[in-house]
């Protein structure tokens, strides 16, 4: 599946984008809370796993995977929920409980829309059939009107999920930023940065 590939998510993840699910404006406790857990990574059912304190067993379940969906492992890094995303997201559906109905709501959507079309949870159908219905919401001005709720939900907790990833101590290496390190030998700007910007040197 083509959506949301991580070159796409560099751009929603740069920034705090999830308004929709209260992730803007982060407390200090919050975005010091983001990513403890990147050291560990839970998948649902592993033992030892984080245990949400905003998720049920079910929802948890499906937040992992639709967050794999999202940001799947490549050859350059691990997955959301190898990231921390979940307990991420978790932690900020208590800190933020406005986001929670819209959450909770999209939740159930998927799960209704999966039982409508192939009479399993989304859990628990196949990763073509998962391909098939995410594909129908992942696409906001190609998608249909009667997928108008799945598409909002699916849009708020993709930049849920890439706002987690991208904060990350996995994510900023991902993304192979170079900031927040001290350089005591700065000799200014490479003189072939000027010949590319055609300009000289003051």
């Not at 109905?101 to 829309?113: F, K, N, S, T």
């Not at 706002?163 to 994510?171: D, P, R, V």
Request: with cysteine; charged share 20%; proline share 6%.
């Amino acid at each position: 599946m083509d959506i949301t590939r991580r070159n796409a998510l560099k751009i929603i993840g740069a920034t705090p984008v999830a308004a929709g699910i209260g992730l803007t404006d982060q407390s200090a406790e919050a975005q010091a809370h983001q990513h403890p857990t990147t050291a560990k990574p839970a998948a649902a059912g592993r033992k030892g796993a984080y245990k949400p304190k905003f998720f049920t067993a079910h929802e948890w379940a499906t937040v992992a995977l639709l967050s794999n969906i999202v940001i799947p492992k490549d050859d350059r890094s691990g997955s959301a929920t190898d990231a921390g995303v979940p307990e991420f997201i978790d932690f900020m559906m208590v800190d933020r409980p406005g986001g929670q109905v819209p959450m909770r709501g999209g939740l159930r959507w998927l799960d209704a829309e999966s039982n409508t079309r192939f009479g399993k949870t989304f859990i628990e159908i196949t990763d073509e059939q998962r391909t098939a219905l995410v594909d129908d919401i992942a696409y906001p001005r190609k998608a249909s009107p009667e997928f108008s709720h799945g598409v909002a939900f699916f849009s708020r907790f993709r930049d849920a999920v890439a706002t987690g990833f991208f904060t990350s101590k996995m994510g900023i290496a991902d993304l192979q930023y170079m900031g927040n390190v001290p350089n005591p030998f700065w000799e200014g700007c490479p003189e072939a940065c000027y010949t590319h910007l055609g300009v000289k040197k003051a």
